[in-house]
């Protein structure tokens, strides 16, 4: 089943049901960026056991929870928000979502309490594909290329359910894979 929809910044790569590669299982990235160059989204459904402050320690009122963005430069962290009225920063992707912007206000508007866990996304890393490795993965059924069809979707916390929503809002076509067991030796 070929993806209709081109892969392009803010759109969604849904992995297909029996993906074997740890990073990817059941995923849902958003694509922040797509060039000739290549692609680089966070993983929108795999929290890590971290909290931001516990990875930058002068932000000491940040109980956000910290996402896996991706198997690249895990060492990095990344923000996706839609507070770009207050951050006054940020590359647009998409619908009023941002990626990135000025952390020194960032840091001052969490430690103020300024910013709620439903208006920003902090990950680890990110997935990156170069411009040829994406597209046969597509051609390979490996991914699933999709609208957002509703913003609070990237925010959402209910990320062990994310990846089975975003198959069953794809319609008919795909909703039927949405009930595929993970491990297809257990069916």
């Given at each position: 089943m070929l993806s209709e929809v081109q892969p392009s910044s803010g759109k969604l790569l849904i992995s297909e049901p029996f993906l074997n590669d740890p990073n990817f299982k059941r995923s849902?990235?958003?694509?922040?960026?797509?060039?000739?160059?290549?692609?680089?989204?966070?993983?929108?459904?795999?929290?890590?056991?971290?909290?931001?402050?516990?990875?930058?320690?002068?932000?000491?009122?940040?109980?956000f929870r910290v996402f896996i963005g991706g198997p690249v430069e895990v060492d990095t962290v990344h923000f996706v928000h839609r507070c770009y009225d207050k951050l006054?920063?940020?590359?647009?992707?998409?619908?009023?979502?941002?990626?990135?912007?000025?952390?020194?206000?960032?840091?001052?508007?969490?430690?103020?309490?300024?910013?709620?866990?439903?208006?920003?996304?902090?990950?680890?890393?990110y997935s990156g594909w170069s411009a040829p490795q994406l597209k046969d993965e597509i051609q390979e059924n490996t991914w699933i290329v999709a609208n957002v069809y509703h913003p609070d979707i990237i925010f959402q916390r209910n990320e062990e359910e994310l990846w089975r929503e975003v198959i069953i809002n794809l319609g008919p076509r795909y909703a039927h894979i949405s009930n595929f067991p993970s491990d297809p030796s257990l069916n």
């Amino acid at each position: 089943m070929l993806s209709e929809v081109q892969p392009s910044s803010g759109k969604l790569l849904i992995s297909e049901p029996f993906l074997n590669d740890p990073n990817f299982k059941r995923s849902v990235v958003l694509m922040t960026e797509h060039e000739q160059e290549g692609t680089v989204g966070f993983i929108l459904n795999q929290p890590s056991n971290m909290l931001l402050k516990d990875l930058i320690p002068d932000l000491w009122q940040a109980d956000f929870r910290v996402f896996i963005g991706g198997p690249v430069e895990v060492d990095t962290v990344h923000f996706v928000h839609r507070c770009y009225d207050k951050l006054n920063s940020g590359e647009i992707i998409g619908d009023g979502i941002y990626w990135g912007g000025n952390f020194e206000t960032l840091k001052i508007l969490l430690n103020n309490n300024a910013i709620d866990e439903s208006e920003i996304k902090f990950f680890l890393g990110y997935s990156g594909w170069s411009a040829p490795q994406l597209k046969d993965e597509i051609q390979e059924n490996t991914w699933i290329v999709a609208n957002v069809y509703h913003p609070d979707i990237i925010f959402q916390r209910n990320e062990e359910e994310l990846w089975r929503e975003v198959i069953i809002n794809l319609g008919p076509r795909y909703a039927h894979i949405s009930n595929f067991p993970s491990d297809p030796s257990l069916n």
